[in-house]
């Protein structure tokens, strides 16, 4: 009697997490495309908002790191700890970057993907014609933006992985012939942090013009 009861919770549970899935694709599915443009947006948003303070921590890492490894350190163990400290700050932002990248890429998709299955609706051949050379003209830009959001993404991630690497290094070597050692790893990490900056803010530009595009379109 106990292993029944204990099974009907579970179940309640199971069926209402089914539920709720099925109930936000439904909702999703009847989403207009200005609704669609404008859930876009907001998630557009937030990954800008991840860029901006990634620039900052990038470059907050880097200082720490090429601090650290300066031979001429007198504090290294402070150094370190400065080190750890900004680059934790740096790996929780790029998740956060991740995951909101994978929900605007994938609203995006949903947003054109439904513009095209709406074009054959229209039976006005001049306004089918608009519509597509506005959808052609803002897929063009959100190609763009897919493009270099994959090159972003793989960047960051191997600094991510090579300054996590470094640190992992320091929490068993922190002496001084261990941080001479891993100098020229730890410059090119630096080297790779400035051009990741570059590219973060290249995307960042390309990411607000399609956002300004989206919340100022009516198209439906």
């Known amino acids: ?7 009907i919770p579970v179940m309640l549970v199971l069926s209402f997490g089914i539920g709720s899935c099925a ?12 609704e669609r ?9 937030l990954v800008e908002n991840d ?8 470059s907050t890492t880097n200082s720490a790191l090429q601090t650290l490894v300066q031979t001429e350190q007198v504090d290294i163990e402070k150094a370190y700890k400065e080190y750890v400290a900004t680059f934790n700050a740096t790996k ?14 994938q609203q995006i998709r949903d947003y054109f993907d439904e513009w095209q299955t709406q074009a054959n609706a229209y039976a006005n051949p001049e306004v089918q014609a608009l519509s597509e050379q506005r959808r052609v003209e803002l897929s ?4 763009s933006i897919a493009e270099a959001n994959v090159g972003v993404m793989g960047t960051l991630n191997q600094y ?10 320091f929490s068993t070597d922190l002496t001084t ?36 595009e989206l919340s100022t379109s009516t198209i439906q």
């Open 1 to 7: 009697m106990k292993s029944k009861f204990l099974f």
């Open 23 to 34: 109930t936000a694709k439904s909702r999703s599915a009847k989403m207009s495309g200005t």
């Open 37 to 45: 443009a404008a859930a876009a947006s907001s998630t557009m948003e």
């Open 51 to 58: 860029i901006r303070l990634l620039v900052m921590q990038i």
């Open 92 to 105: 929780d932002t790029a998740e956060r970057f991740f995951a909101h990248s994978d929900k605007q890429n």
């Open 140 to 143: 063009a830009v959100n190609a």
């Open 160 to 169: 991510i992985t090579t300054t996590n690497e470094i640190k992992t290094y």
């Open 177 to 212: 012939k261990g941080v001479e050692a891993i100098v020229p790893v730890a410059q090119s990490a630096i080297v790779n942090g400035i051009f990741l900056r570059s590219s973060l803010e290249s995307l960042y530009t390309s990411i607000a013009t399609l956002r300004a």
